[in-house]
């Protein structure tokens, strides 16, 4: 089995043992040129369309490499379907004995010291988190990965879970008490044993942070590395290539300074009242953010002396705490793991008060209860390429969007991928028959105050047509919430609003009803696969421009524009050609789907920089008339 073809031709060993397996010549092109570069070594990316099998494509290679392979994913959804269907699928029919492991970050795993904390501490805000509580202690007895993914009676954003589960910050390593029983420890020994492992881009740039900071090593070592969903990574490096201090951090602090005093000493009272007072000072500094939830460049506050004068008291506050644990040190691991955790978090914010580095961004969010202060690069491309020399590995970069107009130099600037092979294979469904691209004639400028309005308005005969089975997926949260108002009573068709229920519920709703209109934001443009008639209709409000009022954004536009170059057309057109081709891929799915994709923005045909979007968009059937939509709905669509 040297030669994928004797694989994945149309004659392989998949076609003879995989039930419904279609042979694809875009995905053989695409499994011959990743093993390749498993074989040769370098770095390879590639843009392989929707229904190419991509996959397949790269776990064929991966599986008859004989390295040791790492498989980076987008999400911990993508990570689970490629861990528990495809890989044993493909591995299983190929009747190889590749030993595989699933690893996650910290965070999804139950961490049983810290149940134990929570079940003594006994006070909680609602009756709702003892109840998960009391689930998690009950399904602890019964895991054997502790990976709460498993665990469905409790929602995933559940206020429990960072109860019972650890961060970098509160773990406390092999000095835990009950650390032989540990399943992220258990996890870490299965991924140093398998053959390949599949991660998450968290993980990965979790593991180039730390090994930055001189910690060591999350995960094995490898031969290869083969990154899915790559659009997302330059995002989620650039979060773990900085530095953030958070109000959660903080307050979780205090909470585990109080447990452990509790546990371990009990006979300095000054520590939890000083440990009361840290808590009042973060209390006290969300506040002064104002009551807003925000993004915004902390140049907004730089000057605000009340401000100032918070992160001093805070900072002070910090480190009275540190000197009080100081004097407890040796008692328990518990209270020293605490002791360190303020030394650092002083050092964070005094860090955020200093004096900015060259090339850095220093920005905040505020939640309801919470606030982070982020120092983020300007460009990640220096220091993701250092860490990649630091591997002697080979690294496969893909996904369905990486490349703007067949053109890959977007991505390739972001993470210093320069010198990288590049290929691109198109989508195998034929797109002139099975989709209809349609813009709308009349409609105003999308920055009019009735923008969202009349898009409403000429989305519903189109919803009429298609009798519902839509997506309709906007830029912003207030632009759906107008949309919702606007459509209730307005059309007959069941409306599912994002945020009314769980991701996966209104999902599994949609498939169900058949006849359903969806309304989504950011999470529904990618990583959502609805096949069959039930998604006929792809409506988007608005070419996806990121927020101009986003403090990464607008210090990266600024940046190149003092390079003298064009902020506009260099990086906001390419990210929102890239996000465009997202949600239109939610579309067709299979050979057998058809539908209309509506795009609203007049901007796609209006302006210079529409060409862009519309070569990066699949060979679509095209109108401007609302009757060759009915038309194509009645032809295609049975009542």
Not at 254 to 280: C, F, H, M, N, S
Not at 608 to 632: C, D, I, K, W
């Amino acid at each position: 089995m040297k030669d994928v073809a004797d694989i994945l031709g149309p004659q392989g060993l998949l076609a003879s043992n995989l039930e419904g397996f279609a042979y694809r010549s875009q995905q053989e092109e695409m499994a011959a040129q990743v093993a390749r570069t498993l074989e040769q070594g370098g770095v390879l990316i590639t843009e392989a369309g929707t229904g190419t099998g991509k996959t397949f494509a790269y776990l064929v290679p991966a599986l008859i490499s004989g390295r040791k392979v790492i498989i980076s994913t987008g999400t911990r959804n993508l990570q689970d379907q490629l861990f528990h269907r495809d890989l044993p699928l493909v591995r299983d029919a190929m009747a190889l004995p590749t030993r595989i492991a699933l690893l996650k970050g910290r965070a999804n795993y139950l961490c049983l010291h810290r149940m134990d904390n929570t079940l003594s501490e006994g006070r909680f805000k609602a009756r709702e988190m003892v109840d998960h509580l009391m689930k998690i202690q009950r399904w602890s007895g019964k895991t054997r990965t502790g990976d709460i993914a498993e665990l469905s009676g409790v929602p995933e954003d559940a206020q429990i879970w960072p109860h019972v589960t650890s961060t970098t910050d509160n773990c406390l390593g092999q000095d835990c008490p009950v650390y032989g029983d540990c399943h992220l420890a258990e996890a870490r020994r299965g991924a140093q044993e398998a053959d390949l492992v599949v991660i998450n881009h968290h993980l990965l740039c979790a593991d180039f942070s730390l090994r930055e900071g001189g910690f060591g090593e999350l995960l094995p070592a490898t031969d290869c590395f083969i990154v899915d969903e790559a659009h997302q990574l330059p995002e989620v490096a650039s979060n773990f290539f900085g530095a953030t201090v958070s109000g959660r951090q903080l307050t979780e602090l205090v909470r585990d300074i109080k447990i452990e005093y509790t546990r371990e000493a009990g006979d300095l009272a000054e520590l939890p009242d000083q440990a009361d007072r840290t808590a009042k000072a973060v209390r006290d500094m969300r506040l002064l953010f104002g009551l807003d939830n925000k993004r915004a460049p902390w140049s907004e506050f730089a000057a605000d002396e009340s401000m100032n004068a918070a992160m001093k008291h805070l900072r002070g506050s910090l480190d009275k705490l540190q000197g009080l644990l100081g004097k407890l040190q040796g008692r328990g691991k518990g209270l020293d793991s605490c002791h360190d955790r303020c030394q650092l978090l002083s050092a964070g914010i005094g860090g955020f008060c200093d004096r900015p580095e060259d090339g850095e961004i220093r920005w905040f969010e505020t939640h309801s209860q919470s606030f982070r202060l982020n120092r983020t690069p300007l460009e990640i491309s220096s220091p993701f390429r250092e860490q990649m020399g630091r591997h002697e590995a080979c690294w496969v970069f893909t996904s369905a969007t990486l490349a703007v107009g067949g053109n890959f130099s977007h991505f390739q600037r972001q993470l210093g991928l320069d010198e990288a092979e590049t290929a691109l294979w198109d989508s195998p469904f034929d797109y002139p028959e099975q989709a209809l691209w349609y813009v709308p004639r009349g409609l105003p400028e999308p920055r009019s105050p009735v923008y969202i309005k009349e898009v409403v308005e000429v989305a519903v005969p189109v919803l009429e047509a298609s009798k519902g089975r839509a997506f309709l997926l906007f830029t912003s949260h207030r632009a759906l919430r107008e949309a919702a108002k606007l459509l209730e009573g307005e059309i007959d068709f069941p409306l599912l609003i994002q945020g009314s229920a769980p991701k996966g519920e209104l999902l599994e709703r949609f498939r169900e009803l058949g006849n359903a209109v969806l309304l989504g934001t950011a999470s529904f443009w990618e990583g959502v696969d609805v096949r069959g008639s039930a998604l006929s209709c792809v409506i988007i409000d608005k070419l996806p421009f990121a927020s101009p009022g986003d403090p990464v954004l607008q210090a990266r536009i600024e940046a190149l524009r003092k390079r003298g170059g064009n902020p506009f057309m260099e990086y906001q057109v390419p990210q929102a050609a890239i996000a465009l081709k997202q949600g239109a891929g939610r579309l067709i799915r299979d050979v057998t789907d058809r539908g209309v994709l509506m795009i609203c923005d007049p901007r796609l045909l209006r302006k210079g920089y529409g060409h862009t979007f519309l070569n990066s968009l699949p060979p679509m059937a095209r109108t401007r008339e609302l009757e060759q939509v009915q038309h194509f709905f009645s032809e295609t669509m049975p009542a």
